[in-house]
């Protein structure tokens, strides 16, 4: 088991008794042509099950969690290249499910590009996939980049669903309690125990 794979099983164990984990794949180990990893460092399927009580009882819900290749660090054509590789993975695993019968997906992270960027271009041009930006209710506060002042070239962050639980969301927001907004933070409500940008929870 990967190191990302222990730590998030660690914390699903804590937050899903209302949707039961029903097991973890993961896909740390998938090669490229070159013999070199694909995902630098995984794209776990987790999947879980919709509540006894609710609407989708005896349906699951499959998660693929993604934090895909920095812009911070090397060559940036090395970065787009293998970003856009993770990106075409994350597109095959998931027609891959959706071939499988499995309605309900979303792939979920930091993709660490805009919408419009080329790296990422495989899924919304390989998958129905469409960002929870887009439901009619989502309130991104005027500002739809979701790290550091949340304007729009800060868009890196994703939730993508399926379509049907696109067909299912009413609304959504981008939660920034815990980012350091503008050069004194009060840009955003902020937790009260943030008192300095060393505090937020990504600066990058």
């Excluded at 899903?16 to 097991?23: Q, S």
């Excluded at 998958?127 to 439901?135: F, G, I, M, N, Q």
């Excluded at 004194?184 to 937790?191: D, M």
Aim: net charge neutral; charged share 25%.
């Amino acid at each position: 088991m990967s190191a990302v794979m222990a730590a998030l099983a660690r914390v699903l164990s804590r937050h899903v008794a209302a949707y039961p984990l029903r097991g973890i794949r993961s896909h740390v180990d998938d090669l490229a042509p070159t013999g070199r990893p694909i995902f630098s460092r995984d794209c776990p399927e987790c999947t879980f099950a919709f509540p006894d009580d609710s609407a989708l009882a005896g349906e699951s819900l499959t998660v693929l969690v993604n934090h895909l290749e920095s812009k911070g660090y090397g060559r940036p054509a090395d970065n787009n290249a293998l970003r856009r590789r993770q990106a075409g993975r994350i597109a095959e695993i998931y027609q891959h499910l959706r071939s499988g019968g499995v309605e309900f997906i979303a792939a979920a992270g930091d993709l660490n590009d805009t919408p419009d960027s080329e790296p990422r271009a495989p899924l919304p041009a390989d998958t129905d996939l469409r960002d929870v930006a887009e439901v009619a209710g989502f309130d991104d506060g005027g500002r739809p980049g979701t790290y550091a002042n949340g304007t729009a070239g800060n868009k890196i962050n994703y939730l993508l669903l399926s379509p049907a639980l696109f067909d299912r969301a009413t609304d959504g927001a981008i939660f920034r309690k815990r980012v350091w907004g503008g050069k004194n933070g009060t840009l955003f409500e902020h937790f009260p125990t943030m008192t300095s940008p060393v505090h937020a929870a990504s600066r990058r």
